[in-house]
């Protein structure tokens, strides 16, 4: 009998059967199924890139519409601090500049108005409807579930 010291080391067990097949006409065994193909999920809607799109768009609707507003009458009350010369000097018939820069500021609010307005219709809106529509499938795929 022979004494096999604790440290010897032993070949590892073979697998019981070969990867190839040992015999030529063994059928070949099946391709394992690929996995099904799935689209990614979609982030959730709360970290959404529409979403932030959306904002910076509305903010920029917002600046726009209030920069025109404020920044006429901003103009219109420098200008009737700091040069009342311009603001009394007569345009046409005897109307002082000051009173044809003050009409013109009921104007320019409706332009800041008609700005916003389509600023919505053709860039807010139409993100806004999207990202609903996104909002209305997830809540249909989770509902599913």
Request: hydrophobic content about 40%; overall charge positive.
């Amino acid at each position: 009998m022979s004494y096999d010291p604790p440290h010897a080391s032993y070949p590892s067990p073979q697998p019981s059967s070969p990867s190839y097949p040992t015999y030529p006409w063994q059928p070949v065994a099946p391709p394992e199924p690929a996995p099904p193909v799935r689209r990614p999920q979609r982030e959730p809607l709360g970290h959404h890139s529409d979403l932030r799109v959306l904002r910076s768009a509305y903010r920029w609707q917002r600046r726009t519409a209030t920069l025109t507003a404020l920044g006429y009458f901003t103009l219109f009350l420098v200008l009737s601090a700091y040069a009342p010369g311009v603001m009394t000097s007569t345009v046409a018939d005897g109307i002082p500049a000051g009173l044809l820069l003050a009409l013109v500021q009921l104007p320019v609010t409706w332009l800041a108005i008609a700005l916003y307005e389509h600023t919505a219709r053709r860039y807010v809106d139409p993100l806004a409807e999207r990202i609903r529509r996104h909002a209305e499938l997830d809540a249909r795929r989770g509902a599913a579930r």
